[in-house]
């Protein structure tokens, strides 16, 4: 998909320097209706003074908005102006519509580094799907190294960034700070384009990754919470079915393969269930034909069932390891310092 430009003005706006940033939800998910909000996350990075005193502020960043679109506008972003000088500015929450050429309904959350990474050592599959997202709004090649830390590792090669670089220099994507649009990356070691690309050709030395065998157990938990959710409503709508869905499959691959696959649509290439095509379809056709008959609520019944049972087998037969292994902490204890103390 074509990210907005507008989605990358709002990044390139956000008070601390981010990671990455990426697109979650709906989007990323393979079933976004016309009037779908886009959900950002991401992590930044706090100044190292914000993190040393008792209190520990900004943790986490929100913001909602909707942003307009300007038809007198006549300033446009391209690659010769990435900044326009007057963004529009955004309008009350609950007003527009994201479909081309209307006001596009954002929110944005994301998490200090340290945070991030704390989650990331837990069976938090949010957290996973928004680093590996591949509607990516902003990266750096310390998100391509945290990508490389995490993903499994069959065999332990060399670390990615080199055994002694703890420098700080120009990131080929720079990453702006509090107020400045222009402001030089304060993150990366020196690394050009092409490097950063290298990134993902190496590992760190035994390192497993973050991902284990009970991370099964979040896609248990958020699979039984849209369940409820769908059961409750009346009429019954085709969206949290959506979710059980998209969420059983992507548990199920997950074990199977280790590989974060959150699109609904990609996983139905693997899975082939027959009616995924057509409860995609009946949500982005709009309200009315978004809605089920009481028929269909058995047959559905019976498939969240299976599948439960499926992702069951598929963590008693997976060879993830149990827990995130020594050196990936270790790992992601560097490479935090070095984010951490690179504007020293």
Not at 152 to 179: I, Y
């Amino acid at each position: 998909m074509t990210i907005d430009p507008r989605l990358k003005r709002i990044v390139a706006a956000q008070p601390y320097p981010l990671l990455f940033a990426t697109i979650s939800g709906a989007h990323l998910y393979g079933f976004p209706s016309p009037d779908s909000d886009f959900d950002l996350r991401g992590a930044h990075v706090l100044p190292l003074e914000r993190v040393v005193g008792l209190v520990v502020r900004d943790e986490t960043v929100e913001q909602e908005m909707i942003v307009p679109r300007d038809p007198l506008r006549k300033e446009m972003i391209s690659p010769d102006n990435p900044h326009p000088a007057s963004p529009p500015s955004p309008a009350p929450a609950g007003e527009g519509y994201c479909a081309e050429g209307r006001a596009l309904e954002m929110d944005i959350v994301s998490h200090d580094v340290r945070k991030f990474f704390g989650l990331l050592l837990k069976k938090n599959g949010y957290v996973l799907e928004q680093l590996f997202s591949p509607l990516i709004v902003h990266t750096t090649p310390e998100h391509a190294e945290l990508k490389e830390i995490c993903r499994p590792h069959p065999q332990p090669l060399s670390h990615p960034m080199g055994e002694s670089s703890v420098g700080s220099s120009t990131s080929p994507n720079p990453l702006p700070g509090r107020g400045g649009e222009g402001d030089r990356n304060p993150l990366t070691p020196s690394l050009s384009p092409s490097d950063g690309e290298r990134v993902s050709e190496g590992r760190v030395r035994g390192s497993s990754g973050v991902i284990t065998k009970h991370h099964s157990h979040h896609y248990f938990g958020f699979a039984e919470t849209q369940w409820k959710l769908f059961l409750k409503e009346s009429p019954r709508r085709v969206k949290p079915l959506l979710y059980v869905y998209r969420v059983l499959l992507t548990g199920i691959h997950l074990m199977r393969t280790g590989e974060v696959q959150a699109n609904l649509v990609t996983l139905n290439d693997e899975f082939r269930l027959p009616y995924i095509a057509d409860l995609i379809a009946r949500k982005l056709a709009g309200p009315e034909k978004s809605k089920l008959d009481n028929a269909d609520i058995a047959f559905h019944a019976s498939e969240y069932q299976r599948l439960r049972g499926e992702l069951q087998f598929a963590h008693d037969a997976s060879q993830l390891p149990e827990l995130p292994s020594d050196e990936t902490r270790a790992a992601l204890d560097d490479l935090l310092v070095r984010v951490r103390t690179a504007r020293r």
